[in-house]
């Protein structure tokens, strides 16, 4: 089956921490994504690539990092830099076409920072 | 910048139509993206409008107008699992660099 995977689900972390989330996707999908969404918030643009060995930053950028040395696989590190971290962070992917470029979401990992 | 507006909740009778609005102001436009959301759990892929009029599927249908920078979300014949947050998202650009708008959270009561 194809698809996009986060895990874990939920993850806990002090303060200070730095933490990886991890994003595989089997749909040999170019792009990849990374956002954040806050409660009753839409959906917030930390990262994308579009191919490998690329990202660009997104619109919230500042204390994440990523990499994309694989096709599949996208990884976020939230850092000690992130003021707020504590969010819902979901991982996506797309063909990475210019036309109706669908976006793939996995199923989401819940982050809590104390 | 890029401004995306939609109301933030509304509510509908099971078996009624519904039409959830979303403007935008953004730097460019190269297409607007519908996605449903249910609570807790990863959008999914609804509707694409590039060019101006309306893009029907099923129950759902989608309308854009480029010179008004508005498009719209019509639901038809509403049932309980419609029940969700459904997000507007445009692209500026012929990059992959989406923005999402704040979602607009539907309550179908029976």
């Known amino acids: 089956d194809g698809g996009i995977t986060q895990s874990p689900k939920y993850l806990f972390r002090k303060e200070g921490q730095n933490v990886t989330l991890s994003c595989e996707q089997n749909?040999?999908?170019?792009?990849m994504y990374w956002y954040r969404q806050d409660p009753g918030q839409g959906l917030r643009l930390i990262y994308y690539s579009q191919i490998v060995n690329d990202f660009q930053k997104g619109d919230i950028a500042e204390g994440y990092s990523v990499s994309r040395e694989k096709k599949e696989s996208f990884p976020l590190t939230v850092t000690s830099a992130q003021k707020n971290p504590t969010a819902f962070y979901l991982c996506?992917?797309?063909?990475?076409?210019?036309?109706?470029?669908?976006?793939?979401f996995g199923p989401g990992t819940r982050l809590t920072v104390t | 910048g890029q401004n995306i507006d939609q109301p933030t909740e509304m509510t509908a009778t099971e078996g009624a139509i519904v039409q959830i609005n979303c403007t935008y102001q953004?730097?460019?436009?190269?297409?607007l993206f519908w996605y449903q959301q249910h609570a807790g759990e990863a959008p999914t892929f609804l509707s694409y409008?590039?060019?101006?009029g309306l893009e029907e599927k099923g129950r759902f249908s989608s309308f854009l107008s480029r010179s008004k920078g508005y498009s719209y979300l019509l639901l038809k014949e509403l049932q309980m699992k419609d029940s969700a947050s459904y997000l507007c998202a445009v692209r500026p650009n012929y990059g992959q660099n989406f923005v999402f708008g704040p979602g607009t959270r539907l309550s179908v009561l029976p």
């Open positions: 409008n590039v060019l101006d």
């Open positions: 953004t730097s460019g436009f190269n297409g």
């Open positions: 749909l040999n999908h170019d792009a």
């Open positions: 996506a992917s797309s063909i990475g076409s210019t036309g109706a470029d669908e976006q793939y």
